[in-house]
C-alpha cells in the first residue's frame, strides 16, 4: 500500500479580533443565525449555525492579484487555477537577522515555472508587536530576477514582501505587473522539504477584488 504523506497546514487562522496588518481592522466574527435560533425552523434536534463575518481583504494569509496593485490588473476571479494551485515549488532559506534579501539569494536557484517560498522564520512573531516592525523583505533586484527568470508566484513568511518604509513598493509592482501572484503572512515553512513539493494557495473567485484570504498548503512531491 502506498503511503501518501499530509498535506503541510502553511496558513495562520484567522480569529476574531487579530491584527494582521497594523492600521487595519481586526476581522470581527458572529453568528448571523445561532443554533439556538435556527432550532424554529426545522424537525426537532435538528440545528444549523450560519456565520458571519467583517473583514478588510488583507486579512491573516492572503494572495495579492494584479489588481491589488493596478487598476487594470487581473483581479481574483481572472487568475488562472494554474497560477494558484499544485505549483511545482521551492523553499529559500533566509539567514537569521538578514532583513533585505537581495537577487544574490535566488541566483543559483530553478525558479522557473515554479512557486518560490521565502522562509525567514518571522511569523515566530505572529500575533505580536514585533510581527509588525523590522520584518524581513525581498529588494527590488530580488523581484527583477525573479521576474525575469519566471517565477509562477512568491510567497513570504513575513509581514510584506516588501520593506514598509519605502513607499514605491517595488516588490509588488514589480511582480504583480508581470503577474505573478504573491503570498504573504505564510507559516510553518520549516515544515517544507527543500525541494520536491507542490504549493496551493486558492482565495475565492471574487470579481473586482485584489487579495484575499487562503488556505495556503503544500503536498510533497
Not at 530553478?110 to 512573531?125: E, P, Y
Amino acid at each position: 500500500m502506498t503511503t501518501i504523506a499530509p498535506p503541510i497546514d502553511l496558513s495562520h487562522v484567522v480569529e476574531a479580533g487579530m491584527i494582521t496588518y497594523k492600521g487595519l481592522p481586526a476581522p470581527v466574527i458572529c453568528d448571523f443565525l445561532s443554533r439556538e435560533a435556527s432550532r424554529q425552523h426545522y424537525a426537532p434536534g435538528v440545528e444549523f449555525q450560519i456565520g458571519r463575518i467583517d473583514m478588510v481583504a488583507n486579512t491573516g494569509t492572503y494572495v495579492d492579484s494584479p489588481f491589488h496593485r493596478y487598476p487594470d490588473g487581473k483581479d481574483l476571479s481572472e487568475i488562472p487555477l494554474s497560477s494558484l494551485a499544485n505549483l511545482p515549488a521551492i523553499v529559500l532559506r533566509v539567514p537569521p537577522g538578514r532583513r533585505a534579501v537581495s537577487a544574490a539569494a535566488f541566483d543559483r536557484l530553478d525558479v522557473t515555472g515554479k512557486a518560490v517560498l521565502v522562509h525567514t522564520g518571522w511569523s515566530r512573531h505572529w500575533r505580536t508587536d514585533t510581527y509588525f516592525e523590522g520584518h524581513p523583505f525581498l529588494t527590488f533586484d530580488a523581484a527583477e530576477l525573479l521576474r525575469d527568470r519566471g517565477a509562477a508566484l512568491v510567497g513570504i513568511d513575513s509581514y510584506n514582501i516588501d520593506d514598509t518604509a519605502d513607499g514605491a513598493r517595488p516588490v509588488h509592482s514589480t511582480l504583480l505587473a508581470a503577474e505573478i501572484p504573491i503570498a504573504e503572512h505564510l507559516t510553518g515553512l520549516d515544515q517544507l522539504p527543500d525541494g520536491g513539493f507542490r504549493f496551493f494557495a486558492v482565495p475565492v473567485k471574487i470579481k473586482a477584488f485584489g487579495t484575499f484570504p487562503v488556505r495556503a498548503f503544500a503536498l510533497a512531491a
